[in-house]
């Protein structure tokens, strides 16, 4: 498990399958090493991946706010990060029809809301999740499968909106923001990380159910607040500590 600072990358985290914080002082840091101490001795999972496959005529577009690879014959793979007892994780797979009755553009996510004509077929995911109980050296294998309809009828596409899913996909898309401004304005290109943020969170929040509209307003002024100040440098670490500040925001989102 990980804990990132002003000297260290978030990967070290993510390379250990642990969880990752910026710590920008000694107060945060007794906090995330407390908490990160008391989760090692719950730890349910540890070598935990989910291989996501697409029945044929989909295709994975996108596993949002989260890294992933995917292989020559279209199947998604993501390392998670060690569970402890009781602990939910979400994962938001994008899709799209790629055989008859597809639309250009056209995407679907884990819940109902595409735009693809109604000819297209059910879009369905083979799940696989494997891991290794805490302690143990041999992985085990859970599978499930999980489809989601297409449709062109704005009243059937609002008829099967889930609140705490509508929740979950926004989060992930905020968490995939901040990824992809940190990225921007870490590459020294402070303006196109602020068009990101401009424009994806202004989708974002035309899309998002009220409820949650507070808090992506509220992440909305903190990047663009954190990212108006000079992108990282070898003289000045506030830029560094920004892009740290907000990939583990991102980090977060996507949990």
Not at 63 to 78: F, I, L, M
Not at 115 to 125: I, K
């Amino acid at each position: 498990r990980g804990i990132s600072g002003r000297c260290c990358d978030e990967e070290i985290a993510q390379a250990g399958r642990g969880n990752y914080y910026y710590v920008a002082g000694s107060a945060q840091l007794a906090d995330a090493l407390s908490h990160e101490l008391g989760a090692v001795a719950r730890v349910a999972t540890q070598h935990t991946t989910l291989r996501i496959r697409p029945i044929a005529g989909h295709q994975i577009v996108d596993v949002v706010g989260q890294p992933w690879v995917v292989d020559a014959a279209g199947v998604a793979t993501v390392e998670v990060a060690d569970l402890i007892a009781g602990e939910h994780r979400h994962v938001v797979v994008s899709m799209r029809p790629t055989g008859a009755g597809a639309t250009a553009g056209s995407t679907a996510g884990s819940t109902a809301g595409a735009t693809a004509r109604s000819t297209a077929g059910p879009a369905t995911l083979e799940v696989e999740l494997a891991y290794a109980p805490a302690g143990q050296r041999d992985l085990r294998e859970v599978r499930a499968v999980a489809r989601a309809g297409w449709t062109d009828d704005a009243t059937v596409a609002a008829g099967s909106v889930d609140a705490d899913a509508q929740r979950i996909i926004a989060r992930a898309r905020a968490a995939a923001i901040a990824t992809a401004a940190s990225d921007a304005y870490g590459n020294a290109r402070r303006d196109a990380a602020l068009g990101v943020v401009e424009r994806e969170f202004r989708a974002l929040e035309a899309d998002a159910a009220p409820a949650t509209r507070a808090e992506f307003a509220k992440l909305k002024g903190e990047m663009t607040s954190g990212f108006a100040a000079a992108p990282p440098s070898a003289s000045d670490s506030r830029g560094r500590h920004t892009q740290k500040q907000m990939r583990a925001r991102a980090y977060e989102l996507s949990r």
